[in-house]
């Protein structure tokens, strides 16, 4: 049955990394302690589930960060990251298009109010969707490590 739980817990983690409302990261965190409890830390002891908490922390904010960063590298203004920040809370409720396409909308939007120069608002957009696609693939890249790490202490017994 624990096994089960964790299984669960890690695959949906997974889909998390990509998938709306849910907190990837967060829950394969919930998937290591809840192992850790039932096996009285063994052969995941505090150090380890701390690791991963921060691996988890860590996979909570870059995507978030990575839109900002990108909006920013692509001379974006303050309004350009405000803009993609709420176009892709927005986005969140129009399914996986406006997911994919709602930091990009709202940076050029932003940008556009800011600054009025419409190609250096589509130029602005374009960095923060690729900023998006960074911060996407390293929340995956952080929830695969941190599985393959429980995976591996589990081996290691």
Known sequence: MLWLVVIALMLVG???TVIPFLPGTPLIFLAVLIYAVATDWTPIGPGGLIFIGLLAALGYVVPHLAVA???RRG????????GAVIGGFVGIFM???GVLLGPLVGAIVGELLHSGNL???VQTGFST???MVA???ANIALAVMMIALFL???ARG
């Open 69 to 71: 960063i990108g909006a």
């Open 95 to 97: 399914g996986v298009p």
């Open 14 to 16: 997974l889909a998390g």
């Open 129 to 131: 969707f690729l900023g």
């Open 135 to 137: 911060g996407a693939v």
């Open 152 to 154: 591996l202490w589990v």
């Open 75 to 82: 001379g974006g203004s303050r309004w350009a990251v405000g």
């Open 119 to 121: 190609i250096a608002s």
